[in-house]
């Protein structure tokens, strides 16, 4: 569906972009539950992001951030002349008591992915509900949900309960991304539900035409296209059960995960692993950075790569053994 639509789009390509993108978040507006003057697009969620820090950091602002997680946070706050006050995972999940703990009168923003990036983990509604009921309502807390798609029913929380419950409590942001489980990375197109306050600040600093006409009908074709989901996410789940069953007769251990990832402990360097499958022309992605030195994230893709990178794992797992 998405194909068919952007071959009849590229005719009008002379044409600028609705600047306010009026069919898309109309759509989303109705799929949410929140009027269209609570959303905001962007180039990416990550321009959603860029949009937030703009409007809220200034120079001595503190934005709480947890680590390991996406580091285009910490390096935003940065280009804001803000200060990153980073609480490390606890258990491969968002310290929710030391995020809480590190609160202070300078504090604009809390940050955090969820599910977690690279680990995969997930915080219940229960817990978030009872974090946010905690955090005062002079800060503002950003979630973002990129991986949303593919987590569990009962672990998703309600957009429409996030944002417009506010009372005596703190303003929430939710940003997702058509990148993930829609499959339009290439396009470039995400979005950020908010009380209409903070969406009107967004609106102000935002450029015109920062979504373009493919993305916003890609878009569009793609959340009316509910099957096509549905079939990715099965097959990602299937694929999700069937590396984590494989890998562990190779010796190794995966992590439980809420996203189209798996982390998995090779139980040696993986730096060293991830060279000898790149010679194998298999890509992983060692997480030596993110303080998992035994640790590689990989995607699930389809069965035939997944195939591929188990037997260029188990080819690359004997080989290291004998070195």
């Known amino acids: 569906m998405v194909a068919k639509a952007l071959s009849l789009a590229m005719t009008a390509l002379h044409r600028y972009p609705d600047t306010s993108a009026c069919a898309l978040i109309g759509t989303l507006a109705r799929n949410i539950g929140v009027t269209t003057s609570e959303i905001v697009l962007g180039n990416g969620s990550k321009e959603v992001m860029e949009l937030l820090l703009r409007v809220f950091i200034q ?145 102000k600093v935002r450029q015109p035409f920062n979504v373009n006409h493919l993305a916003q009908v890609a878009a569009l074709a793609a959340l009316a296209d509910e099957k096509y989901l549905k079939e990715i996410l099965e097959r990602t789940r299937r694929g999700k059960e069937y590396l984590r069953e494989e890998v562990k007769k190779l010796g190794c251990s995966s992590y439980p995960s809420q996203t189209n990832f798996i982390l998995i402990d090779v139980k040696m360097d993986a730096t060293r692993l991830y060279q000898a499958m790149l010679g194998k022309g298999v890509i992983v992605r060692p997480m030596n950075l993110y303080g998992f030195s035994d640790c590689i994230r990989i ?20 080989d290291l053994e004998d070195v």
């Not at 390991?68 to 929710?96: F, T």
């Not at 995607?299 to 004997?318: D, I, K, P, Q, S």
């Open 59 to 203: 120079t001595g602002c503190e934005v709480i951030t947890s680590c390991p997680s996406s580091l285009l946070y910490q390096r935003l706050v940065q280009i804001n002349g803000g200060n990153n006050i980073v609480v490390p995972l606890r258990r491969l999940s968002h310290d929710l008591d030391r995020i809480l703990a590190g609160i202070s009168e300078k504090t604009r923003l809390i940050v955090f992915d969820n599910p977690t990036n690279p680990t995969g983990t997930a915080i219940t509604p229960v817990e978030l509900y009872a974090f946010l009921s905690e955090v005062p309502e002079s800060v503002t807390v950003v979630l973002d949900e990129s991986y949303v798609e593919f987590m569990d029913q009962e672990k998703q929380v309600d957009i429409f309960s996030l944002v417009r419950n506010t009372k005596n409590r703190c303003g929430v942001v939710v940003v997702r991304t058509f990148s993930k489980a829609y499959g339009l990375a290439g396009l470039r197109i995400g979005y950020g539900v908010m009380p209409v306050e903070i969406a009107d600040c967004l609106q």
């Open 299 to 318: 995607n699930v893709g389809t069965y035939e790569e997944n195939a591929r990178f188990l037997a260029a794992l188990a080819e690359c797992l004997l």
